[in-house]
């Protein structure tokens, strides 16, 4: 059974430095194929992919906040961990955990199978 | 980016009544391998998305037959058949065909 859980702090002050982890279970993110990304929600508004890691080390990052984001990953520990610099009000939102699998053929990824989503954690940017 | 625009925002359906959605990708979602990878979620209040369709039509293990996917291109369309109360939520589009994958942004099913 596939199961990932975020945890980090709730309440952040603008400028500071987001630091999430996500805890997995029920696979391993070195196995080819796999990878898990973070997947952020504003109250009311639609879901928007963050950054992906994959099980070669692979990252991928959003366009408009590659600047401001990093995403790692410890195998031994089954954690992909996200860092956000100079969090403002904006970022405020419920962060997902986000599990997917691709296959691979001649360095193209195409998607494979559902997505496994962990239950959210809500983030408050305020002072 | 790939930008996905759905319609309508809102929607009230009748119980029993037949619901669309619209999702309209701003480029071409057919992938390198041919395949077009669109999905439709569903968000449930208080819950994470659920994925209903996957790759235009095709629907997910436990998803009941009352919902369908369609189109091609650039113009895709999420249908309930006959709406019932559990199917209350927000529904999104999103390609997975590049990255970054992008969500529409939401269509809002409600029982009038």
């Known amino acids: 059974q596939i199961t990932l859980k975020e945890s980090g702090p709730t309440l952040v002050k603008p400028t500071q430095t987001l630091t999430l982890t996500c805890t997995f279970s029920?696979?391993?993110?070195?196995?080819?194929?796999?990878?898990v990304g973070w997947i952020r929600q504003p109250p009311g508004k639609a879901p928007e992919w963050l950054a992906l890691?994959?099980?070669?080390?692979?990252?991928r990052y959003s366009t408009s906040l590659r600047s401001r984001i990093s995403i790692t990953k410890d195998t031994s520990k089954n954690q992909v961990v996200l860092t956000m610099t100079n969090m403002d009000p904006v970022d405020t939102g419920t962060y997902y955990c986000?599990?997917?699998?691709?296959?691979?053929?001649?360095?193209?990824?195409?998607?494979?199978?559902?997505?496994?989503w962990g239950q959210g954690t809500l983030v408050t940017v305020s002072s | 980016d790939v930008v996905m625009t759905q319609s309508p925002l809102s929607l009230p359906v009748t119980l029993g009544q037949p619901a669309s959605i619209s999702c309209r990708s701003s480029?071409?979602?057919?992938?390198?391998?041919?395949?077009?990878?669109l999905n439709w979620f569903q968000q449930r209040p208080g819950q994470s998305p659920r994925r209903l369709i996957y790759?235009?039509?095709n629907r997910d293990s436990g998803v009941p037959d009352r919902f369908s996917g369609s189109g091609s291109g650039t113009e895709f369309t999420l249908k309930i058949s006959t709406v019932e109360a559990e199917d209350v939520g927000v529904y999104y589009c999103?390609?997975?065909?590049?990255?970054?994958?992008?969500f529409g942004g939401g269509t809002k099913v409600e029982i009038k």
């Open positions: 986000v599990q997917r699998q691709v296959s691979e053929t001649g360095g193209l990824k195409a998607p494979l199978g559902g997505y496994y």
């Open positions: 480029e071409s979602l057919v992938h390198g391998d041919g395949n077009i990878y």
């Open positions: 790759k235009v039509s």
């Open positions: 999103m390609q997975a065909t590049s990255w970054p994958l992008t």
């Open positions: 029920g696979f391993s993110l070195s196995t080819f194929g796999v990878g």
């Open positions: 890691i994959y099980w070669s080390d692979e990252k």
